[in-house]
């Protein structure tokens, strides 16, 4: 079954740490896959995305993803996080057959402490 | 407007009441879409719509769930005969024409929190 998996619930850390957010995906076939936050208080906004070409992509507000298509994996990372990066960070994945339906995992709750 | 919109923000029934939600996609966009999001997980696809007509509606739970594009533009998501497990928070996105590589980046809406008393 399709399905996403992002190992941590809940990660809390103190600001200039580095983050990485682990996201892994069961999907037979070309995937595209994102990455959306939602700030407290506000909707889902698009982080970044991979559809082809170079894995490592880079999105907005230094946050940067490598897809490992080997590992089916695409960990969120960022060297210096700050107090504004609290959120829920959510990993997607849709096929190259399907591309209108978003799968995504349960979330990955960041409290980043001042 | 300049983004999702979705009403209302918030809306409590009491159980077996009919409700209805909805969403007015960014302007030009053809494609729209509903998830749900329970208490603790990710959203979950419940249908897309390309123009007025449901292109997969293989998310919805069961027949008590129905929904409506029918100019092709605002959106109503229907529930009838609500039950408490149909309490959640329900998205609603948009997006440009999905392409033939696969391309396509959805918008999301603030959500509606549906409560079932």
């Known amino acids: 079954a399709q399905s996403v998996s992002q190992h941590n619930h809940h990660v809390i850390l103190s600001e200039a740490a580095s983050l990485e957010l682990g996201c892994n995906y069961s999907y037979g076939g070309t995937v595209n896959l994102f990455w959306y936050v939602q700030y407290p208080g506000q909707h889902l906004q698009l982080l970044l995305k991979y559809f082809s070409g170079d894995p490592l992509v880079k999105g907005i507000k230094g946050f940067e993803a490598e897809f490992i298509k080997s590992k089916f994996s695409f960990n969120l990372r960022k060297p210096s996080v700050q107090w504004s990066d609290t959120a829920e960070y959510f990993c997607a994945v849709s096929g190259m057959d399907s591309s209108y339906k978003l799968i995504f995992g349960s979330g990955t709750r960041l409290l980043v402490r001042p | 407007g300049a983004g999702v919109s979705q009403t209302p923000s918030n809306k409590v029934t009491e159980k077996g009441k009919y409700v209805e939600l909805r969403c007015d996609p960014i302007s030009g966009h053809t494609a729209l879409y509903w998830y749900r999001q329970s208490l603790g997980q990710g959203p979950e696809f419940l249908i897309y719509f390309q123009g007025t007509g449901a292109a997969d509606d293989s998310g919805l739970p069961n027949d008590r769930f129905f929904a409506v594009r029918p100019e092709g533009s605002v959106s109503t998501l229907k529930i009838q005969r609500t039950e408490r497990g149909d309490s959640a928070v329900y998205l609603c996105?948009?997006?440009?024409?999905?392409?033939?590589?696969?391309?396509?980046?959805?918008?999301f809406g603030a959500g509606t929190r549906l409560s079932v008393l």
């Open positions: 996105a948009s997006s440009l024409t999905p392409t033939s590589g696969g391309i396509n980046i959805q918008y």
